[in-house]
């Protein structure tokens, strides 16, 4: 049986454009320009038109996306905004930056994503509670397209418009996911989008992008990204500093043309372990009509899953937990937000089973194999019958 041999992300990545990355990277170098120059403006366009968005801005980290996306939308201290406990630190970490309050909804359990019914539970019941002085007003909604499958957004973007508020995607994860044909990233008010190492489009360092359709919105955020800056030295408004650097726009610029057909390579990992692991008794990612999944993460689940993850740590098979803790009973952000009186139920469960197998554009078939049978050496044990 082959060895499993885990090669990282970012490295494998490397290795596959290494001749373009390093042109591009020696071109910066020679250029004498290192900040918002040339690079930046083309991937801005680049990445806009790949996602058939009118504007893109690139900013330092996936989490400044966020924060500024939100500030854009006019949300800031005594706003609060909705989204899910399923999901990494960085989405409420966001809100708080911006001195919002999170209130937290419930997920899908086939999907991991965003429940619309559970949203307009949540937003109704938050609506319903007398108003007080400290009570914050909500204000936006923020569905994470988790794992890579795109939240229910024609439902999502309904309910939001109902009760006037934005809507924010959280798209650090889904690069070139699409529902009904319309990538995740425009459907909403803005969307945020991160670089980072690890991510289906991932520089070599920290990156991320704003996104929007709207030309207003479009330039508060450019403001913002930049000390308020409409010339040089000067702010028309209050900004700070978080701006895409130069080497890691020209690298994102050698990387993007890749995207869909690196998407693709995961959709055959992914299509592999559901055929190897389709009598195995755990439970495999669903894909929901009209959906084109991108599988940042290839997540099943198992109630014994910390049993599972020993067995296959001592297969030589890694694992990860994305995400342990719901971000409401983590220590920084229990009691901070609000949940409606239905609780999170779903959210605790994903995150006492979910479990994500490797998953890369570069994973061979072998590789899968071997991911399968190690796991169905464990599973008959759970599964009797
Ligand atoms: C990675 C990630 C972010 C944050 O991106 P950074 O670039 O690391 O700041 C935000 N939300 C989700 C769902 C992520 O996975």
């Given at each position: 049986?082959?060895?499993?041999?885990?090669?990282?992300?970012?490295?494998?990545?490397?290795?596959?454009?290494?001749?373009?990355?390093?042109?591009?990277?020696?071109?910066?170098?020679?250029?004498?320009?290192?900040?918002?120059?040339?690079?930046?403006?083309?991937?801005?366009?680049?990445?806009?038109?790949?996602?058939?968005?009118?504007?893109?801005?690139?900013?330092?980290?996936?989490?400044?996306?966020?924060?500024?996306?939100?500030?854009?939308?006019?949300?800031?201290?005594?706003?609060?905004?909705?989204?899910?406990?399923?999901?990494?630190?960085?989405?409420?970490?966001?809100?708080?930056?911006?001195?919002?309050?999170?209130?937290?909804?419930?997920?899908?359990?086939?999907?991991?994503?965003?429940?619309?019914?559970?949203?307009?539970?949540?937003?109704?019941?938050?609506?319903?509670?007398?108003?007080?002085?400290?009570?914050?007003?909500?204000?936006?909604?923020?569905?994470?397209?988790?794992?890579?499958?795109?939240?229910?957004?024609?439902?999502?973007?309904?309910?939001?418009?109902?009760?006037?508020?934005?809507?924010?995607?959280?798209?650090?994860?889904?690069?070139?996911?699409?529902?009904?044909g319309?990538?995740?990233?425009?459907?909403?008010?803005?969307?945020?989008?991160?670089?980072?190492?690890?991510?289906?489009?991932?520089?070599?360092?920290?990156?991320?992008?704003v996104?929007?359709?709207?030309?207003?919105?479009?330039?508060?955020?450019?403001?913002?990204?930049?000390?308020?800056?409409?010339?040089?030295?000067?702010?028309?408004?209050?900004?700070?500093?978080s701006?895409?650097?130069?080497?890691?726009?020209?690298?994102l610029?050698?990387?993007?043309?890749?995207?869909?057909?690196?998407?693709?390579?995961?959709?055959?990992?992914?299509?592999?372990?559901?055929?190897?692991?389709?009598?195995?008794?755990?439970?495999?990612p669903?894909?929901?009509?009209?959906?084109l999944?991108?599988?940042?993460?290839?997540?099943?689940?198992?109630?014994?899953?910390?049993?599972?993850?020993?067995?296959?740590?001592?297969e030589?098979?890694?694992?990860?937990?994305?995400?342990?803790?719901?971000?409401?009973?983590?220590?920084?952000?229990?009691?901070?937000?609000?949940?409606?009186?239905?609780?999170?139920?779903?959210?605790?469960?994903?995150a006492?089973?979910?479990?994500?197998?490797?998953?890369?554009?570069?994973?061979?078939?072998?590789?899968?194999?071997?991911?399968?049978?190690?796991?169905?050496?464990?599973?008959?044990?759970?599964?009797p019958?």
């Open positions: 049986m082959a060895a499993f041999l885990p090669i990282s992300l970012p490295a494998s990545r490397y290795a596959a454009h290494q001749a373009a990355l390093d042109t591009a990277i020696t071109e910066v170098l020679r250029s004498g320009q290192f900040i918002l120059g040339r690079q930046t403006e083309a991937f801005e366009r680049e990445f806009a038109a790949f996602l058939n968005a009118a504007h893109a801005v690139g900013v330092g980290n996936g989490t400044d996306a966020l924060e500024i996306a939100l500030r854009t939308c006019g949300v800031g201290p005594g706003d609060a905004v909705v989204t899910v406990s399923h999901t990494a630190v960085a989405t409420v970490a966001a809100i708080e930056r911006a001195g919002a309050t999170p209130v937290f909804t419930d997920i899908d359990a086939a999907t991991f994503t965003m429940d619309p019914d559970a949203l307009w539970e949540t937003i109704s019941a938050y609506q319903s509670h007398p108003p007080t002085a400290e009570r914050a007003r909500l204000k936006a909604v923020i569905p994470v397209h988790l794992y890579g499958h795109p939240a229910d957004m024609q439902t999502i973007v309904t309910i939001a418009r109902g009760f006037g508020l934005s809507v924010i995607e959280d798209c650090a994860q889904s690069h070139g996911a699409s529902l009904l319309k990538m995740t990233g425009t459907w909403g008010d803005m969307a945020a989008f991160s670089f980072y190492p690890t991510k289906n489009l991932g520089g070599f360092g920290d990156g991320g992008a996104v929007t359709n709207d030309p207003v919105l479009a330039e508060k955020a450019r403001l913002l990204r930049e000390y308020g800056w409409r010339t040089r030295q000067i702010s028309s408004t209050p900004g700070f500093n701006r895409l650097d130069e080497i890691q726009a020209a690298m610029r050698v990387l993007l043309p890749h995207l869909n057909e690196e998407n693709a390579c995961r959709r055959a990992v992914a299509k592999s372990y559901d055929t190897g692991l389709a009598r195995s008794g755990v439970a495999l669903a894909l929901q009509r009209d959906c999944h991108v599988f940042h993460q290839y997540v099943i689940r198992v109630a014994a899953r910390d049993s599972l993850r020993v067995h296959l740590e001592a030589g098979v890694p694992t990860q937990i994305h995400y342990p803790v719901p971000l409401h009973l983590q220590p920084a952000y229990a009691r901070r937000g609000f949940i409606g009186s239905h609780g999170l139920p779903r959210s605790e469960a994903a006492r089973e979910v479990i994500s197998l490797p998953i890369s554009p570069w994973m061979e078939t072998s590789q899968v194999q071997y991911v399968c049978e190690a796991l169905s050496r464990w599973a008959p044990q759970q599964q019958g």
